[in-house]
């Protein structure tokens, strides 16, 4: 049983590693898109980028709720809680920001 729990947590940590490396990749080149749209004068760069920080931040989301599998502490347990909930509202900030530029 200690072999399968050691297993698990280093796939789980791989599986962190990867969400948080991609979430980052997302969000670097979704800043470097919205910059050159920005340059360019494109009246959507505010929602291509809304969209990109929107991918971004569901991967970062997608590691931390990996996170809280190999949390041992409860103190730990409120941490990454409190990351999550941080993360789901600027998700949710950003998918109604999406909406009202769609919107216009």
Known sequence: ????????????????L???SIGVGVLIY??????FYYVKGNPDTRLILAKGMAMGLEFKLGS???RTVVVREWEE?????????L???LTFLI???IRQEENK
Do not use: K, T
Request: glycine share 10%; no cysteine.
């Open 64 to 66: 931390e709720i990996l």
């Open 1 to 16: 049983m200690e072999f399968v729990n050691y297993i698990l947590d280093e796939i789980v940590a791989w599986a962190i």
């Open 87 to 89: 993360r789901a509202a």
């Open 77 to 85: 347990l409120g941490v990454v809680a409190g990351i999550i909930v």
């Open 18 to 20: 990867l969400f948080e």
């Open 95 to 97: 998918h109604w920001e």
């Open 30 to 35: 979704s800043g470097l898109r919205g910059f």
